[in-house]
Nanobody, 125 residues
Framework: QVQLVESGGGLVQAGGSLRLSCAAS????????MGWFRQAPGKEREFVAA????????YYTTSVRGRFIISRDNAKNTVYLQMNSLKPEDSAVYYC??????????????????WGQGTQVTVSS
């Protein structure tokens, strides 16, 4: 059983920062890449960022590029999402996800095999 546990969400004012963490555990956990998605009320879950474990390639959706940074600590099986210059439209539940294998697209939800329970991020104006 693979578990992904997110932490670090909360309430922050516009312009502020938060760092999300996602710790992966479970028997013989291994994956090709990790991603972050978010879902605001009444909206579809959308891709935010992803990183590959091996070479550390990163991917971002346009709206967060230059403000968010995804990173990983291979020794700890942990992925981070540093979120800077937050805007009210960044408010959402943020989900961590793991993809076991290399697949054609990093931004599709069906690329990912495991999901965390989500952590709420609220940005006030």
């Amino acid at each position: 059983q693979v578990q992904l546990v997110e932490s670090g969400g909360g309430l922050v004012q516009a312009g502020g920062s938060l760092r999300l963490s996602c710790a992966a555990s479970g028997r013989a956990f291994s994956s090709y890449a990790m991603g972050w998605f978010r879902q605001a009320p009444g909206k579809e879950r959308e891709f935010v960022a992803a990183i590959t474990w091996g070479d550390g390639n990163t991917y971002y959706t346009t709206s967060v590029r230059g403000r968010f940074i995804i990173s990983r600590d291979n020794a700890k099986n942990t992925v981070y999402l540093q979120m800077n210059s937050l805007k009210p439209e960044d408010s959402a539940v943020y989900y961590c996800a793991a993809s076991r294998y290399r697949r054609p697209s990093m931004i599709r939800r069906d690329t990912y095999d495991y999901w965390g329970q989500g952590t709420q991020v609220t940005v006030s104006s």
